[in-house]
């Protein structure tokens, strides 16, 4: 029976571990106090996001958006993925991982705009989207291969497809710019000065759009595949 000190330690230890994508020591019956953890982290990142945001709302100062974000995406993550037949594939695993992916965001908690000009800051706030997005994705790659036990191209789409219908759909409702605005914290008097950024969300939106086809093809027949080896 592992002490509070020798299990928080633990968790502590396997959060560094997932970061920098090695095999987690992740017993069954710590899953709570692992879940709490990562709540608890996803929670605080909520508030850092937004703790020097005059123009943020109440729920926002709380850190609840967060939360809420990552019920949505573990489910969306959980729904795409299980008909590829993916090994311990339970909800309360994906959103476990989700929250345990929290962390980098921290850096969204750096006041940037304190010590550098306005243009300069917000041009590091976008490459600090940049690195925490790729940086999750690349765990998300690696939780569905080691611990789903996925390859190749399930990977990809399991990965991927999830990632293009979100910004897809908010393209449709004409709310991409609201999200990047609020992930890079540009305002709307500031966007004329931040053209590359809006260049880069052009990019993003554009790949989105023409990838999101191609990938929902892919996935049906990935779908057929696993259909046919279950039969099997």
């Known amino acids: 029976m592992k002490s509070r000190g020798q299990l928080w330690r633990q968790i502590w230890r396997d959060q560094w571990r997932l970061l920098s994508f ?16 990562g709540l608890t982290v996803t929670w605080l990142c909520g508030i850092g996001r937004y703790w020097d945001n005059p123009r943020a709302e109440l729920w926002q100062h709380l850190g609840l958006g967060s939360l809420e974000y990552v019920v949505i995406l573990a489910a969306l993550l959980w729904l795409i993925a299980a008909p590829l037949n993916p090994r311990h ?3 309360k695993n994906v959103l476990l991982f989700v929250t345990l992916t929290s962390l980098p965001a921290l850096l969204y908690a750096i006041p940037v705009e304190r010590f550098m000009p306005l243009a300069l800051a917000q041009t590091v706030n976008v490459w600090f989207l940049a ?3 790729s940086w999750r994705v690349a765990m998300l790659a690696y939780f569905l291969n080691r611990v789903a036990q996925l390859s190749g191209l399930k990977i990809i789409v399991a990965s991927l497809l999830p990632l293009t219908l979100i910004v897809t759909a908010l393209s449709m409702l004409n709310l991409e710019h609201v999200v990047f605005n609020i992930m890079a914290g540009i305002s709307e008097s500031d966007k004329t000065g931040n053209d590359a950024a809006y260049s880069i969300l052009l990019i993003i939106t554009t790949l989105s759009v023409l990838l999101s086809p191609i990938l929902i093809l892919i996935y049906v027949g990935l779908l057929l595949q696993a259909r046919q080896e279950r039969a099997e």
């Open 89 to 91: 594939w339970q909800y």
């Open 22 to 37: 090695r095999r987690m020591e992740f017993s069954p019956e710590d899953f709570r106090s692992y879940l709490l953890y």
């Open 131 to 133: 690195v925490v997005a």
